[in-house]
């Protein structure tokens, strides 16, 4: 079981920067890998980025330039840094840890790109 709690949303304008983080409830070094998703209005949730124990990374490719996932293991915590946001980014982030074929959700952070 991981539990998950994610802060760091809320308003930003559009061109502006903002850092999610996630903090997990177990140690990083046991989770196979941790995950940032969005849902927006109406829309499916999709991947925006992903690290692996190992510290492999993956990226959405409509973010890949703008967007950096990383982890502090002394914290057990992921971030996701998004820069140049788009109004487009508006949505429910979501932290996702992934355990030996189990998933575990956070309960999303509201992102709002507005001006």
């Known amino acids: 079981q991981v539990q998950l709690v994610e802060s760091g949303g809320g308003l930003v304008q559009p061109g502006g920067s903002l850092r999610l983080s996630c903090a997990a409830s177990r140690i990083l070094g046991s989770i196979n890998s941790m995950g940032w998703y969005r849902q927006a209005p109406g829309k499916q949730r999709e991947m925006v980025a992903t690290?692996?124990?190992?510290?492999?990374?993956n990226y959405t490719d409509s973010m890949k330039d703008r967007v950096t996932i990383s982890s502090n293991n002394a914290k057990d915590t992921v971030y996701v840094q998004m820069n140049s946001l788009r109004r487009e980014g508006t949505a429910v982030y979501y932290c996702k840890a992934s355990l030996y074929g189990r998933h575990f959700w956070g309960q999303g952070a509201q992102v709002t790109v507005s001006s």
């Open positions: 690290i692996t124990r190992a510290g492999r990374t």
